[in-house]
C-alpha cells in the first residue's frame, strides 16, 4: 500500500536547525511535484513549500530564507532542512504530492501520513 513516511523529526531550541525526511513507500517520488505542510496545534494544516520534479523551489513567506526543500532521487527521498527554528515552528510536518490544477494552482488527492512532530523551544 502506497503510504507518506515522514521521518527525522524531534525537539530543539529555538535558533537550532533539523532536517527532515519524506518517502513513500510503495511508489516513486522521482518525478513528482512534492510539497511540505505543516499543522501546527490548533490550526489547520498550511504549506511550508514545495519542490518541483526539476527541483525548483516554492517556499510561503514565514520560512523563506530559512527552510530549504531539496531532494535526492537516488535515495527516492524529500528533505527539509530548518534553520533558525522558532518556536512558532513546532507543528507535526507531512509531505504529500502535488498535483497540477487549472493555472497555477496545485492540490492533494492522497491520503496523508502521520507526519514527523517538531518541537521548538524558546
Known amino acids: 500500500q502506497e503510504q507518506f513516511v515522514e521521518s527525522g523529526g524531534g525537539s530543539v531550541q529555538a535558533g537550532g536547525s533539523l532536517t527532515i525526511s519524506c518517502a513513500r513507500a510503495g511508489s516513486s517520488l522521482v518525478d513528482k511535484a512534492v510539497g511540505w505542510y505543516r499543522r501546527a496545534p490548533g490550526k489547520e494544516r498550511e504549506l511550508v513549500g514545495r519542490i518541483g520534479s526539476g527541483g525548483d523551489t516554492f517556499y510561503v513567506q514565514s520560512v523563506k530564507d530559512r527552510f530549504t526543500i531539496s531532494r535526492d532521487n537516488g535515495k527516492d527521498t524529500i528533505y527539509l532542512k530548518m534553520n533558525r527554528l522558532r518556536p512558532e515552528d513546532t507543528a507535526v510536518y507531512y509531505c504529500?504530492?502535488?498535483?497540477?490544477?487549472?493555472?497555477?494552482?496545485?492540490?492533494?488527492?492522497?491520503?496523508w501520513g502521520r507526519g514527523t512532530q517538531v518541537t521548538v523551544s524558546a
Open positions: 504529500n504530492i502535488l498535483y497540477k490544477g487549472a493555472g497555477s494552482t496545485w492540490y492533494v488527492r492522497d491520503p
